[in-house]
T-cell receptor, first 112, second 112 residues
Framework: DTAVSQTPKYLVTQMGNDKSIKCEQNLGHDTMYWYKQDSKKFLKIMFSYNNKELIINETVPNRFSPKSPDKAHLNLHINSLELGDSAVYFC???????????FGPGTRLLVL | GDSVTQMEGPVTLSEEAFLTINCTYTATGYPSLFWYVQYPGEGLQLLLKATKADDKGSNKGFEATYRKETTSFHLEKGSVQVSDSAVYFCALSFSNDYKLSFGAGTTVTVRA
């Protein structure tokens, strides 16, 4: 009965590879988000989708491409991984007309 | 742009000590204000929120009051426990915006 789930939980890969992180929420929320948390715990929004439509696209390299096949899923694909992409990536969702966001457990990405 | 500034950590306390984490914001208009908590190895959880001036949010013994005159939303707890060890994030959002802007986070460690 996990509310917001992410897979994988850990991801270790080589520079230059392409990888995807998946996110699913079973809360019936309309809006989903991707955040990046760096080693100093600083949290920054990357993307947001509302009803499968992209509504927030912060200054993120175009190697990062979100995809929302339906309201319950928001995946993050990363091309040509770089060392600086190492971080924890959090997915979140929120219901309509609410600022409360529900976070997944995070995906710890390490690029070697 | 809108921003949130939190006191720097880490903060280390003994059990039953009083905890205060300062948070101030810069914004055009009157945002809603939040405290999120991240326990070790987990995603963020909403701790409390306040949507207008003089509102007090409270949860799990934590409190914060929205002070428009000082643009602050300081988090307090009168008697902390070891289980309160976590990273605490102050955040703001506007009603016409899906985005949460987070502070840098404050790591709190409570020792028995």
């Amino acid at each position: 009965d996990t509310a917001v789930s992410q897979t994988p939980k850990y991801l270790v890969t080589q520079m230059g590879n392409d990888k995807s992180i998946k996110c699913e929420q079973n809360l019936g929320h309309d809006t989903m988000y991707w955040y990046k948390q760096d080693s100093k715990k600083f949290l920054k929004i990357m993307f947001s989708y509302n009803n499968k439509e992209l509504i927030i696209n912060e200054t993120v390299p175009n190697r990062f491409s979100p995809k929302s096949p339906d309201k319950a899923h928001l995946n993050l694909h990363i091309n040509s991984l770089e060392l600086g992409d190492s971080a924890v990536y959090f997915c979140a969702s929120s219901p309509p007309r609410s600022w409360t966001q529900y976070f997944g457990p995070g995906t710890r990405l390490l690029v070697l | 742009g809108d921003s949130v500034t939190q006191m720097e950590g880490p903060v280390t306390l003994s059990e039953e000590a009083f905890l205060t984490i300062n948070c101030t914001y810069t914004a055009t208009g009157y945002p809603s204000l939040f405290w999120y908590v991240q326990y070790p190895g987990e995603g963020l959880q909403l701790l409390l929120k306040a949507t207008k001036a003089d509102d007090k949010g409270s949860n799990k013994g934590f409190e914060a009051t929205y002070r428009k005159e000082t643009t602050s939303f300081h988090l307090e707890k009168g008697s902390v426990q070891v289980s309160d060890s976590a990273v605490y994030f102050c955040a703001l959002s506007f009603s016409n915006d899906y985005k949460l802007s987070f502070g840098a986070g404050t790591t709190v460690t409570v020792r028995a």
